[in-house]
DNA sequence: GTTAGCACTCGATATATGAGAGTGCCAATA
DNA sequence: TATTGGCACTCTCATATATCGAGTGCTAAC
């Protein structure tokens, strides 16, 4: 990642300086970090290691005769090779998981409910912005359908999704319809359909379904015709929850009145979060963007700290943004512990005796 | 209201000081004032004017030798005796009837998407924060429930309320249940509640389901003993829709970083919206609150123009909120024009062929 | 290689100054 | 009697100026 090895001490000094803007936000110049840290050496030694960081593009001054800020580059190296993951407190594990696991024991809420308050409690400790993207159902593996008639030519749709994830869709038919004719229809659908992953469906029911009799045809062809609704992938802005504005707006970095009016725009066009969250999904592990790694422009001073978290074959993404200055050394952990939370909370089968509000 | 009939020419004073102070965000002085509107009168005399307004609690200075600015007290005479409704043009109109109709004319969407969109066009229209609220359901009348058996003891209710309006709930038992046990429940169910307000059944479930009896009574029972979670009156911060931050961020008024940080915290816990918004609901029409009429020290700086829209006996509210000094005579014609077109769509029996997506 | 010393830079802070907009009051006016 | 012109006064805002302090780069000495 780095264009050349840095030496021991340049490794400590790129630290210690990283260290205290992180806790600072304030220029760190050779003297003070001297005396900050009780290194065993001069100002002058330093302004010399400083310099040649400066050079290799890791620091920069906001101008002549200031202490020296890392670059997007230099936190990249702090992040990459430097830093140790700092582990949570218990008290800090607790938080987090009383806030995903929920307070009403005999209450199972659904992932809208469980991201929601994950995003909250995030935002809360980290004193970031917080985000979540509930999973992506058309990973899954489709179960069964179920239509339920409406009256009034309208039909629900009630798709169930392996780990009890669930999707429901209004259809309308000009004609009424009758409950053995969608009954039989879902039959049909179920027998065919069933144990494939949503998307392999969307891709193909019509060839699935082509010879397909049923007595009452309509309802087969209506299901066809709106497959690519019924087993779409969700709206790329849906889903979305986060939560902490305040907290990023508090920051510093965003005393900028202009900068801090485009974030918002931003987030609430959502565009943002999606470009740099969304990638994210189903990927590896926990990954760190810092500022300029960003390509949107509204958040080149802004990092994000993400990570996906899986249930069954279905997953989505958490994480925070904030300024570039932000404790990474902690956020990796919480950030991590969070998603393994929300994986396991969001995978165990509903068990309890009570009910889940699926929708509002 | 005020607690002295006021003078023609003192109407008319204040009437401009607000419109100029509205335009411009600058505290208004006599000479200003004079030149600006071409008055037939010396700045002198406009001083004693603003003298009298100022001792009658309607206008203030900001400080000694500045201009004045009006008083919520100020702007409450002027919206409730001076200023005239502007009235919207045609292309004004036609960007809230588009926003709110939606684009997709073969695309019938729920209220969540429709209030959505509706946020979206008002906070654009208005460069205020546009708020809205989902309908209340609990004020409909019930129409029908369906039981869908979802495997391993999951029980999906489905609720159809008038005006096409639909809630889904996840229920959960630890036997498995039959179908036919489900529709026999079902059946009973819609046999003795159909036709009832929702709110009504809340109350009174028990008592009407007393002697009913039914081959599998444990479907009865649950549904019962869940009944308060089923005709549920959502949660008073659910189904809040709002859209336009950034609008009210570059308000010179929340230049201040603190005020600006406390009123996105409140808007992110929603109390505020609820409480201001929330009164609205199912009262006359629309309701302009003016800075400290505001109980919320948080939003004693701003205004709320909000309206009713109503959908058969279900009802729900939106508005805009933003700093005291904004333009009253044109956003109630826009809040109430919005609020019409929103009760014209959401009334609109679903006609279209085609689907909503009623859950992501 | 490290350090002390020194001249220099530059932002931040405090202070002074003047311009401009506005006020209140009073005596003159129609 | 209501209106007006005139005047002294107030207060903000913008600008200019001086000073302080943290920090730098460079060089010569250790």
Same mark, same amino acid.
Request: include cysteine.
């Given at each position: ?5 840095l030496?021991?001490r ?36 330093i ?6 960081l400066?050079?290799?593009?890791l ?18 190296i702090?992040v ?8 949570l407190?218990?008290k800090? $594990?607790?938080?987090? =998981? !009383? &806030? @995903? ?7 199972i ?5 469980v991201? %929601? ?5 995030l935002?809360?400790?980290?004193r970031?912005l ?6 992506r ?20 749709a ?11 869709i209004?259809?309308?038919l000009e004609a ?21 992953p949503?998307k ?5 029911? $019509?060839?699935?379904? =082509? !010879? &397909? @009799?049923?007595?009452d045809?309509?309802?087969l ?7 690519? %609704? ?6 790329e ?10 907290n990023?707006?508090?920051q ?10 485009s974030?918002?725009?931003a ?6 979060i ?9 990927e590896?592990?926990?990954?760190i ?49 969070t ?14 005796k ?7």
């Open positions: 990642m780095s264009f050349r090895t030496t021991e340049e490794n400590t000094i790129l630290s210690l300086i990283v260290q205290s803007y992180i806790h600072d936000c304030t220029p760190v110049g050779s003297r003070t970090l001297v005396r900050r840290f009780g290194l065993d050496l001069s100002p002058a030694t302004r010399n290691t400083m310099n040649d400066e050079e290799a593009g620091l920069i001054q906001p101008h002549t005769s200031a202490g020296r800020i890392p670059t997007s580059l230099g936190y990249r702090y990459d090779e430097l830093m140790a993951p700092k582990p407190s218990r800090e $594990r607790a938080t987090i =998981r !009383d &806030a @995903v696991v929920g307070e009403h024991s005999g209450h809420r659904d992932a809208a409910t991201l %929601d308050q994950t995003v909250r409690a935002g809360g400790l980290t970031l917080a985000v979540s993207f509930e999973p159902l058309d990973q899954g593996t489709f179960e069964k359908i179920e239509l339920v008639s409406l009256g009034a030519g309208k039909i629900l009630v798709l169930t999704i392996e780990k009890g994830f669930l999707r429901t209004v259809l309308e009424t319809v009758n409950s053995e004719a969608l009954n039989e229809t879902s039959g049909i659908l179920n027998e065919r359909l069933s144990g494939l949503i392999i469906i969307r891709e193909s029911v $019509r060839e699935r379904l =082509r !010879d &397909a @009799v049923a007595k045809p309509k309802i062809k209506l299901i066809v015709n709106s497959s690519d %609704d019924i087993f779409a992938s969700p709206q802005d849906e889903g979305i929850h986060y939560w902490g504005t305040p990023i707006l508090s510093p970095e965003f005393a900028d009145r202009e900068r801090m009016v974030l918002m725009g987030l609430e066009e959502k565009e943002i999606v470009r740099v969250l969304g990638g994210h999904r189903q590896g592990g926990l990954t963007t810092i500022g300029e790694e960003n390509a949107d422009g509204e958040i080149k001073f802004c990092s994000v700290v993400a990570s996906p978290y899986v249930v069954g074959e279905v997953s989505g993404s958490l994480g925070v943004l904030g300024p570039t200055r932000m404790e990474y050394s902690k956020l990796v952990s919480i950030v991590d512990y998603a393994r939370i929300v994986s396991e909370v969001l995978g165990e089968e509903s068990t309890e009570d009910l889940t509000d699926e929708i509002a």
